[in-house]
């Protein structure tokens, strides 16, 4: 089950790297969502899968019965999933602040900090 | 989005999801929910308002700045933890406190992990509040 | 020289320049109460525990080689410290200038104290960063800059080679404890290791005793006040590479290879050092390159194992610090009190500084190795300990006269010339008499070279033997310390030492003018040192060109292209493939998820439309919230789901004001593609590896057992979040609150600039 769940991690990590080299950093945000997606993933897979039993205690049990998901990488992808949008958020913030002063979305040509040699922006 | 059903209903749908976000929130230790999935829940009637009716109702709705309330929450949380110290343990020990014992039952359950999580509850609710707010209405 | 002679007459420094005074005269006190149980074969040691798990502790001992250089260092502090309140009395910086050099006497005394290899490194380097302080203290000026970087460069340098070679030392020896480690000299020597742990030690103890070639710095670190060239680069800080390798001399002397490094890179400094010293104008770089010398002198003896040179090398470390402290300070009198240090100038102030004259020609008798001074002994126990060197004695004998005779000249020229010769130029200041308080070092110090000479049992005693011992194991080695041992060799070296050298002082400015023509013809290696700065600089903006170039896609393709080449590179070059992935138990409803997410994620990176994009980053939300919902994590699915929705609230608010996607032509990168699908399937490949590993379910097996009982709670994975691992939470919150406000502010800015 992880097995194929690794492939499919694989396919999200390749495709944010080709997002995340995109010119238009539209594209480049994109990536980010795939990639902190692949991320997530990744922390809950390492923690092995179970099918069907969440980490919940019965009532009148003191510990979950039998065989339950693992609780810690849950709670580690839980807050990682709301952490991911405020970055996500912020990114696209960013980018549109950025489009507004540049008025441009290729980061080629986002030069303000770092000119190319010989003055030009 | 000027549809008179989609203003009306939308006012009591958001109704509604706030008052399913407080029981998210409060159910939240001993079933799926707690102060993340609250916050979220509860910021989506807000999005959802404000997609409706307007950001400017949807803030006169809400009364207090978005900002304000995630750091609130942030600073209800740390109070939370700090708590622990005060009863001699270490930083962020929940502590507890059971109201009416029974025989049977331990009692109504008043703790700082509950103030911990409306902390984590107001912190997402405000923070994607004053995004979301921000950006439908600067962009 | 930072130091403003006008406003300082009558102004010293409040009693706060006191306080390191008494701290490392306090020191210095408990020191000597220890004494007594060194000298009777004891070692003190006091451990704490730093970091149990990789066998770091703090630890520190005293015996007799630590004793020794705690005494000088924290005892010759003292007078530094008191001389210094006056010389740098108005002083602007006077109080960060205290800070340093009380922060510098202690990381030395923590050094020297260490008894754990990572403890001694840190003390090690602290006291490389407070001597740039120290150097650099005049950094107004280029020089002074441009010497402190240089000291930091070449000591800090040496220091990672040191560090690297400390680790391979605790490695090899499974453990970091330095008694541990000399107590196993022999597993040590005839390690396959003992070559590469040597010299990557050794690179540390040469730069940092400012061995040839790396010699260089020494002399411009002279750049700092004269008090912390007195006290750093005669008595403490570049002591620290000879202290070092006279600690590891009992676990790590007796090969070829350690006699015939240090001994040759001992004598050649040396010499090289003495003739250097004597074309010196300036007094202070005269003292400086006499430095060098002594340095090179003990790091040769460092290279014998014969009682002799131990005792040699015990009795000379002493009577070196008492008299070139003494010099130095003597020269900073003269200094404070003539307004200059050209020896081609000064004369005469004999008559006028009759205290500061008698302190410097009784630490430069001393340094030239009249009877009855210390220096003597110390002479005629070189002679004796070169003699028993094991190979071509005669080389270094007459390597050591040779530098022996001119330390003769230089303290001929230091101390003699500036006080009873002839003055032909009038002098910057009219000179006069210093405060006691810049007297009683150079004096006390003084005397002390006079005092041991006379009786030099108690220096046996207390210092001399414990040294001995802590270099050869046992307490009788030592030879003793007397002033008359009948005729032998040594005391006809002696001799012909004196003659050598009141030769070479009256021919002194001859030679100097000849020297100056050969050494403008030898390499410089200050100079070279500059080239190579500027190489590194070249090669720096070189490297930034290419893989800094400005642009965004360059950056990250270089990262993704590291991460790559790391983790596919080791994959490769240690065979770890992981297995063949079995999928028998995978199911249909997963496979159907998965597809879901490989078409999302691969129509997201393909399609040219925002929309489709935005529909397709949904499709994988979705599915991957399908996977969380499919393998029990009900939390983690409702939290995914909802922040699917509320990103594709946003991303709708921002794509109605951006342009399209592909302005000109479609997007179609194939170099990319390789890049992406190569780290893709890495990732993949470490992904399989991990899940081959067993896992370790003890936190979670912990989490489930207590999250009723303890934390009265049913759902675990909430109970984590806000209970056991609530700090962690805390933090995590406090990261969405920032990212929520940077975000506001991004925008809010945004508004004003448009419509103010």
Redesign the interface.
């Known amino acids: ?28 945000i ?1 990536g980010l ?2 990639f902190s ?2 991320a ?3 922390i ?16 009148g ?4 019965v039998g065989d ?5 990488p ?2 580690l ?3 990682a ?10 990114a ?6 950025a ?3 540049l008025g441009t ?1 290729y ?2 040509e ?2 303000v ?4 040699e010989g003055g030009k922006t | 989005m000027n549809s008179i059903i989609l203003r009306v209903g939308t006012r009591y749908l958001a109704g509604i999801l706030v008052l399913f976000s407080l029981y998210m929130l409060i159910r939240g230790h ?3 929910g707690g102060g ?1 999935i609250g916050g ?1 829940i509860g910021s989506t009637s807000f999005v959802l308002y404000a997609i409706a009716c307007g950001t400017a109702e949807a803030r006169a709705a809400l009364k207090i700045m978005p900002q304000n309330i995630a750091v609130a929450g942030l600073g209800i949380a740390l109070l939370a933890g700090i708590a622990a110290a005060l009863f001699g343990d270490a930083l962020f020990t929940g502590q507890w406190l059971f109201l009416n014992p029974t025989e049977d039952s331990k009692g109504l359950p008043i703790s700082t992990v509950l103030i911990f999580d409306i902390g984590v509850y107001l912190v ?1 609710f405000g ?2 509040l004053s ?1 979301v707010f ?2 439908e209405e600067e ?1 | 020289m930072a130091r403003n002679i006008e406003t300082s007459e009558n102004r010293d420094n409040g009693l706060i320049g006191l306080i390191p005074v008494a701290l490392s005269a306090a020191l210095f006190a408990w020191l000597i109460t220890q004494a007594n149980t060194i000298a009777e074969g004891g070692a003190i040691r006091y451990v704490w525990d730093w970091v149990p798990s990789l066998g770091i502790s703090m630890s520190f001992m005293l015996d007799g080689l630590s004793l020794t250089f705690a005494l000088l260092i924290s005892g010759i502090g003292a007078m530094v410290f008191l001389y210094s309140r006056t010389y740098l009395a108005g002083q602007e910086h006077f109080n960060r200038f205290m800070f340093f050099l009380t922060s510098f006497m202690l990381a030395m005394l923590g050094l020297i104290l260490a008894d754990n290899l990572i403890t001694l490194f840190v003390f090690w380097e602290l006291t490389t960063i407070t001597s740039y302080l120290l150097i650099g203290f005049a950094h107004a000026t280029e020089k002074g800059r441009r010497s402190a970087l240089q000291a930091l460069f070449v000591t800090g340098a040496g220091a990672l080679a040191l560090l690297a070679g400390f680790i391979l030392l605790g490695t090899t020896m499974g453990s970091f404890e330095l008694s541990e480690i000399l107590a196993n000299g022999d597993a040590l020597r005839n390690h396959e290791l003992y070559v590469p742990i040597l010299i990557l030690i050794l690179a540390g103890a040469f730069t940092k005793s400012a061995q040839f070639p790396f010699h260089f710095w020494l002399p411009n670190a002279m750049a700092a006040p004269t008090p912390v060239s007195a006290f750093l680069h005669s008595a403490t800080m570049v002591k620290a590479g000879i202290y070092l390798m006279a600690r590891l001399h009992p676990a790590m002397s007796g090969t070829d290879i350690w006699f015939w490094t240090l001994t040759v890179a001992g004598a050649f400094t040396a010499v090289f050092a003495s003739v250097l010293a004597l074309r010196q104008i300036d007094l202070k770089q005269s003292l400086a390159y006499t430095t060098l010398m002594a340095l090179g002198t003990l790091t040769l003896f460092l290279g014998q194992d014969s009682a002799y040179a131990m005792t040699a090398f015990a009795t000379f470390l002493i009577v070196h610090s008492l008299y070139k402290a003494s010099l130095f300070l003597v020269v900073g009198c003269v200094d404070y009190s003539a307004g200059t240090r050209n020896a081609d100038i000064l004369g005469g102030l004999g008559r006028i500084m009759p205290v500061s004259a008698l302190a410097a020609a009784l630490a430069a008798l001393s340094m030239a190795g009249f009877p009855p001074f210390l220096g003597f002994i110390g002479k005629e126990l070189q002679y004796a300990g070169i003699l028993a060197i094991g190979s071509q004695p005669f080389v270094f004998t007459v390597a050591l006269l040779l530098s022996n005779a001119l330390m003769f000249a230089v303290a001929g020229i230091v101390a003699l010339r500036p006080f009873w010769g002839r003055r032909e130029v009038e002098l910057p200041r009219s000179p006069k008499e210093v405060p006691w308080t810049m007297l009683l070092g150079p004096v006390v110090l003084a005397c002390l070279g006079v005092f041991f000479g006379i009786h030099p049992d108690p220096l046996q005693f207390a210092l001399v033997d414990p040294l001995v011992a802590s270099l050869l194991g046992s307490i009788d080695e030592a030879k003793e310390l007397k002033l008359w041992a009948g005729v032998n060799m040594p005391l006809i070296l002696s001799i012909v030492t004196v003659t050598l050298g009141a030769a070479l002082y009256i021919g002194h400015r001859g030679l100097r003018a000849w020297l100056g023509r050969v050494v403008a013809a030898a390499p410089n290696f200050d100079r070279g040192w500059d080239r190579f700065l500027a190489g590194l600089k070249g090669f720096a903006a070189w490297q930034t060109r290419i893989i800094q170039p ?4 360059v950056y ?2 270089v990262t ?1 292209a590291t991460a790559l080449v790391a983790i596919g590179g080791t994959i490769i070059a240690r065979n770890a493939w992981p297995g063949l ?3 028998q ?3 249909w409803p ?2 159907a998820i ?1 597809l879901l ?2 078409v999302g ?2 129509m ?2 393909l399609t040219s439309s ?1 929309v489709a ?1 935005m529909a397709a ?1 949904g499709v ?2 979705i599915g ?1 919230a399908m ?2 919902i ?7 699915a409702i ?2 789901l909802l ?1 699917e929705t ?2 594709v609230v ?2 709708a608010v ?1 794509l109605l ?3 399209l ?2 302005q000109g032509g479609r ?1 179609h ?1 194939p170099a ?2 390789v ?3 190569g ?3 890495v ?2 490949l470490v ?2 590896a ?2 081959e590993t067993p ?1 370790d ?1 003890r ?2 097996e912990y ?3 207590t ?3 303890e934390a009265f709670g ?4 909430n109970v ?2 806000v209970d056991f ?1 609530a700090l ?2 805390f933090g ?1 919150i406090a ?2 609150v920032i ?2 406000l ?2 506001y502010a ?2 809010r ?2 508004s004003e ?2 419509d103010p």
């Open positions: 089950m992880e097995a194929l769940l690794a492939l499919t991690i694989g396919v999200l990590v390749a495709t944010a790297v080709y997002l995340m080299l995109a010119r238009n950093i539209l594209r480049f994109f969502v795939l997606n692949a997530n993933l990744t809950f897979v390492s923690g092995r899968v179970t099918v069907g039993a969440p980490p919940l205690i019965p009532v049990a003191d510990a979950p339950v998901a693992n609780a810690l849950q709670a992808v839980l807050t999933i709301v952490i991911g949008f405020g970055l996500f958020a912020f696209l913030v960013l980018m549109f602040r489009y507004s002063s979305l980061s080629d986002m030069r900090a770092e000119p190319r | 001993n079933e799926p993340f979220l997402v923070s994607i995004i921000a950006m962009i | 400005g642009i965004l896609r990250i393709g993704f992935p079995d999928f138990d995978v199911t997963i496979i998965s997410i490989s994620a691969i997201a990176a925002r994009a980053l994988v939300g991957v996977v969380f499919v393998f029990s994590a009900p939390d983690v939290t995914q922040v509320l990103v946003l991303v921002a004001r951006l342009p996607l592909d997007d990168r990319d593609a890049l992406a699908l780290v893709g399937g990732f993949t992904l399989l991990v899940l896992i379910l936190l979670t989490f489930e057992v999250s009723w009982p049913r759902n675990i994975v984590i979040l691992r962690d939470t995590e990261v969405v990212a929520a940077s975000a991004l925008l800015t945004t600039r448009k």
